[in-house]
């Protein structure tokens, strides 16, 4: 069964970190860009970071200097480090799966291939 799995997530207080972990199983996440997203109360669901196979990275700018994507494809897994985190953060996270024949850092909200259930992330004092 191919499958995403997310883990990491809970309540932290403002200023403070999380790592968030994107565990494969089915699959090697290889050749794939995997991105992660984000979706609180009431809003879209919004792209956070990308990392290439390779390992390219892009942010959103919301995040741009607080989180910071990496992979550890030995692992088959995938981190997203937050750090600095404020209420505004405050969402379900989700990683998901892009196919990639290239090392592109493409991770298209409507256009990835797998996706985890996600992991509810809270920062509140």
């Known amino acids: 069964q191919l499958q995403l799995v997310e883990s990491g997530g809970g309540l932290v207080q403002p200023g403070g970190s999380l790592r968030l972990s994107c565990v494969a199983s089915?699959?090697?996440?290889?050749?794939?860009?995997i991105g992660w997203f984000r979706q609180a109360p009431g809003k879209e669901r919004e792209g956070v970071s990308c990392?290439?196979?390779?390992?390219?990275?892009n942010y959103a700018d919301s995040v741009k200097g607080r989180f910071t994507i990496s992979r550890d494809n030995a692992k088959n897994t995938v981190y997203l480090q937050m750090n600095s985190l404020n209420p505004e953060d405050t969402a379900v996270y989700y990683c998901a799966a892009n196919y990639m024949w290239d090392d592109g850092t493409y991770c298209p909200r409507d256009g990835m291939d797998y996706w985890g259930k996600g992991t509810l992330v809270t920062v509140s004092s």
């Open positions: 990392i290439s196979s390779g390992g390219s990275t």
């Open positions: 089915g699959f090697t996440l290889d050749y794939y860009a």
